[in-house]
């Protein structure tokens, strides 16, 4: 079976505060991509990242994938109540033409 | 908008009704989907199409049946549901089935 953890599964925290949500599997990806799903809403993509080690910033958003492409994370500094949603991340197995999914961060960010 | 409308946004159904929920894209994508969102589990893939064939079912039991008649529109047909089938149905589309996927905003779905 396979298997994207995510952790924390809950975060609650107060503006202004870093936070860092991981994204771990024991499997190689070929690309991981995140996204984030307010509520009422589907999940919207923030960022694909594809080569191992590659880093991308989205405004206070930094993502981060790992030299061995099996895991990934996420840093937001400053946080802001606009940033309270789920956030997802998602394995892409490019040869299997297939998105695996993690379970999910879900943040809150008290003002 | 998403580029991915999904209607209705809340339904209510009783165990004996049958119901469909509708899902459209103009965004020129190959690859629709649908999954399964419970609260407290990860988004569950349950059909994909691919330029309108069927080519993943994830042992979906058979009260939930996908029509694809176009690349554009997607149907979740439901009949006889339970209510452990309450949850969020999301369709997606994309380019294609490795490429990121653009979602509607979901159908609320209460079996009673």
């Known amino acids: 079976t396979q298997l994207l953890e995510q952790s924390p599964q809950f975060l609650s925290i107060q503006e202004g505060e870093n936070l860092t949500v991981y994204c771990n599997s024991s499997s190689v990806f070929s690309s991981l991509q995140w996204y984030r799903q307010e509520p009422g809403e589907g999940p919207v993509l923030l960022v694909t990242v594809v080569t191992g080690g590659e880093v991308k910033k989205l405004k206070r958003l930094t993502f981060q994938f790992g030299d061995a492409r099996k895991d990934s994370s996420l840093h937001i500094t400053a946080a802001q109540p606009g940033d309270t949603g789920l956030y997802l991340c998602?394995?892409?197995?490019?040869?299997?033409?297939?998105?695996?999914f993690g379970s999910g961060t879900r943040l809150s960010i008290r003002p | 908008e998403t580029g991915v409308t999904q209607t209705p946004r809340h339904l209510v159904m009783g165990m004996t009704n049958k119901k469909s929920l509708k899902c459209e894209q103009h965004?020129?994508?190959?690859?629709m989907y649908w999954y399964k969102q419970s609260a407290k589990k990860p988004l569950e893939l349950m059909f994909v199409?691919?330029?309108?064939?069927?080519?993943e079912n994830n042992s979906v039991p058979s009260r939930f049946s996908p029509e694809c008649p176009n690349s554009s529109h997607l149907f979740l047909h439901l009949h006889t549901l339970q209510p452990e089938d309450s949850a969020l149905y999301l369709c997606?589309?994309?380019?294609?089935?490795?490429?990121?996927?653009?979602f509607g905003n979901g159908t609320r779905l209460t079996v009673t």
């Open positions: 997606a589309s994309s380019l294609t089935r490795a490429s990121p996927l653009h």
């Open positions: 965004l020129g994508h190959n690859a």
């Open positions: 998602a394995g892409v197995y490019s040869s299997a033409s297939k998105i695996i």
């Open positions: 199409y691919s330029l309108e064939e069927r080519v």
